[in-house]
């Protein structure tokens, strides 16, 4: 019966040990942002890229919320 | 023995449990205690980079006017159902941080677009932040007292606001987007090598859409051998690498003080919105609008009651 409750716990750490790193990697991942996109696969889509985007089209709003 | 096993184990548990417990008490303070937004996303970044080249501080100064200028519009659409709708509802709250954003729309239409690029973009994001995080305000002020129907009811009246209130607006953006994309194309077609006057003036014009002039550009530079093509590429990553770490630095400075000055300035308007609210009665008064000049000495008074109150509260000293 003991050995059985000391397992239980055991699991139980190792699951919450689990959930803690799970979320520090989410936190990680959504704190990086990478200063350049390095999937540039060719030259043209390069230029392709920064001639997108550098574009601003007349529906581009700026985001300050919304009131209802 | 088995007993101070597991003592232990339960003394474990608690203790990993612990940190986990401070952490949400440290986010359950930041909610409360955190009143404005003062995080720099990557959006801003990439809307505060366009400030640094020609035209950009316009365009974002007129796009954030256009957004601003909804939000006031959509919030006294809110106050005027409400109102109607539920004559027993304290709107005070609500009421005073939608005309504190009704000031920060007047700071954007005052605020410079020329001079110091450091000081445009601090005051495009310190601007802008005010202005989310006042509307966020007004939506929790009013998030109670509002239901389905009066939703529906402000829905309907709101729906031709873009046809309507903000044409002038939109029509001062795309004006202002055709210089700022024309001189962008020119700049790209510069490093690329490419000489053609007349299209940047067709794009000036708004003779040209997005389309065609990615085509062409496009097409201009598959026409080059492998040696330019890999030269004019590193050349646009080079200067786009240049332009972001520029940003980014400006960003870092000013996000160093941006809290405070945005605390500083919100506890400004909230000390000046008395004053403000009776030069704007006196306008509206001025222009023959009573409904409007009515609405705001019955606010002001409230204001002031509010002001009263909290002074009676600190034992008649203002603090």
Known sequence: MKTQIL??????????????QTSDQTNTNVNTQPITDTNVTSETQLVDQEITNEWINESETIDTGSVI | MANKIIATMIGLMMLMLLPMALAQDTNTDSGTSVIVDTTITPIDEKEARTMLSPFGAEVRMLQLEKSVTRNVLIGNEVLQVLSKNHTDANLTDAENTLNS??????????????GDKNVLVQTFI??????????????????????????Q?????????????????????REILKNFNAEKMKEKFNQMGIKNEDMIGRIRNGDMNFKEIRDYALNQFRD???TEKKQIAATMRNNTIKNMVQQREMTQKIIKDLRQNMLDKMQNRAENLSN????????????????????????????????????????????
Not at chain 2, 126 to 151: V, Y
Not at chain 2, 162 to 171: A, E, P, T
Not at chain 2, 290 to 315: A, C, H, S, V, Y
Request: overall charge negative; hydrophobic content about 40%.
């Open chain 1, 7 to 20: 397992v239980i716990l055991l699991i139980a750490s190792m699951m919450l040990l689990g959930c803690t």
């Open chain 2, 101 to 114: 954003l009704e000031m920060v729309l007047e700071d954007i239409k005052a605020a410079p677009t020329e």
């Open chain 2, 126 to 151: 310190e601007l802008k932040k005010e202005a989310k995080t006042l509307s966020n305000d007004f939506k929790q002020e009013t998030k109670n007292i509002i239901n389905a129907q009066d939703r």
């Open chain 2, 153 to 173: 009811e402000i829905m309907t009246n709101i729906k031709d606001l873009d046809k309507n209130d903000l044409m002038d607006i939109n029509n001062k953006i």
């Open chain 2, 224 to 226: 080059l051998n492998e």
């Open chain 2, 276 to 319: 403000w609210m009776e030069r704007k009665a006196l306008d509206a008064n001025a222009r023959g609008d009573f409904n409007i000049t009515q609405r705001l000495e019955n606010q002001n008074e409230r204001l002031n009651q509010m002001i009263q109150r909290m002074e009676d509260r600190n034992g008649g000293r203002r603090q």
